[in-house]
Structures are given as C-alpha cells and as structure tokens.
T-cell receptor, first 114, second 115 residues
Framework: AQSVTQLGSHVSVSEGALVLLRCNYS??????LFWYVQYPNQGLQLLLK??????LVKGINGFEAEFKKSETSFHLTKPSAHMSDAAEYFC????????????FGTGTRLTVIP | ETGVTQSPTHLIKTRGQQVTLRCSSQ?????VSWYQQALGQGPQFIFQ???????GRGNFPPRFSGLQFPNYSSELNVNALELDDSALYLC??????????????FGPGTRLTVT
C-alpha cells in the first residue's frame, strides 16, 4: 500500500534549536514529495517540494528537506527554530501516475518553547 | 491576483441533511481538488475536477459529489450527512490536470459540523 508516515505527532523544541520533522513514504517508484505548513484556522501553505534533480531542497522560512531514496525519507529541517514556526506540518506525496492529487501524512504539531 | 476562496467559513448541519460548499479557484487555474481533513488528521483526497470533468476520485461514497463551472469555480455537495462528515473541507486549485507537477494552492477551508 502506498502511504506517508510522519513519525511523532508532536515535536517540541526550544527557540533557536534545530527543528527535525520526519517523513517516510512507501512506494516502489519514488513519488514527488512536498511539505506543507498549516497555521491555526488557515489552509495549507507549501514550504517546499522535490520533483527531480538536486535532492536537497530549500524552501521558504529557512526550511529545507533532503530526499533520500535509499531510506524512502524526506525529512524537514530548520537550523534555528523561531516562535513563528509553531504550527502543524504535513508531509505529502504525489505519485507519478494518476490524478494530480496529494496523499498526506497525519501531521506533526511543532511547539516552540521560548 | 486573488487566491483560493471558500464559502462559507463555518457551517452547522443536522444528520441526514444536504450541504453545498463553494470554492473559487485562483485566477488562471483550471483544476480544483477537494480534501477532507478530520480533526487531528491529514487531509484526504475526495475528488478532482479538470476543465469541468471529474479527473480522479478518492475513497469517498457517491453521496459526495461535485461540479466545476466554466469559470473553474467548484462546488462540493454532500447528501445524507453523517456525524463522521464533520471536518474541515479544503479546496485547492492548480494548473494542468494530470500532467506535470503543478503546485496546489489551498483555500482556508470550510469547517462543517454535523450534529
């Protein structure tokens, strides 16, 4: 079955600390990979995406993610957390065949401690 | 350029009723996707419309139906509402249908509560 797994439904970090949010996918063919952020009472905003090419992808707000095919992973990182990073983060995949729809993980809520 | 808008923002319905949710896509986009996000869960794909035709459907029963209009705005209709239909319904617009990897731009959602 094709799926997206986000390890850790809640992650807490101190302000200024490294942020690491984990995402693994299961698919025989590497999909296109996305990270979205959702602030309270808002829709989803794209942070970054990987389609082809360089496996280290830089996104908005200082976030980046690295596609590792051997590990079927696409973990999201940020060197130094800001209070404004507190939100829900979703990893999503789109498979290379079929409709242009996204399959989402269950999300990770990031709390930033002052 | 306006983004994706959805109406209404909130809605309360009774079990067994019918509901229509609306979405205006971003200017220039011809594809609309609908997602259901239950509390504490990630969004789940309901269906997608491309140039007024259904272009893919997730694992949702037929009482979830939709329309896309010539201006590419869209409606999601849900008949015979059940308590489990309570969720945030997200609309996303993009270009291109099935080809390419086009970014989906999400609206703020409609929160539906079924009592």
């Amino acid at each position: 079955a094709q799926s997206v797994t986000q390890l850790g439904s809640h992650v807490s970090v101190s302000e200024g600390a490294l942020v690491l949010l984990r995402c693994n996918y299961s698919s025989s063919v590497p999909p296109y990979l996305f990270w979205y952020v959702q602030y309270p009472n808002q829709g989803l905003q794209l942070l970054l995406k990987y389609t082809t090419g360089a496996t280290l992808v830089k996104g908005i707000n200082g976030f980046e993610a690295e596609f590792k095919k051997s590990e079927t992973s696409f973990h999201l990182t940020k060197p130094s957390a800001h209070m404004s990073d507190a939100a829900e983060y979703f990893c999503a995949v789109r498979y290379q065949t079929g409709a242009n729809n996204l399959f989402f993980g269950t999300g990770t809520r990031l709390t930033v401690i002052p | 350029e306006t983004g994706v808008t959805q109406s209404p923002t909130h809605l309360i319905k009774t079990r067994g009723q019918q509901v229509t949710l609306r979405c205006s896509s971003q200017s220039g986009h011809n594809t609309v996707s609908w997602y259901q996000q239950a509390l504490g869960q990630g969004p789940q794909f309901i269906f997608q419309y491309y140039r007024e035709e259904e272009n893919g459907r997730g694992n949702f029963p037929p009482r979830f139906s939709g329309l896309q209009f010539p201006n590419y705005s869209s409606e999601l209709n849900v008949n015979a509402l059940e308590l489990d239909d309570s969720a945030l319904y997200l609309c996303a617009s993009s270009l291109g249908g099935t080809s390419g990897v086009y970014e989906q731009y999400f609206g703020p959602g409609t929160r539906l509560t079924v009592t």
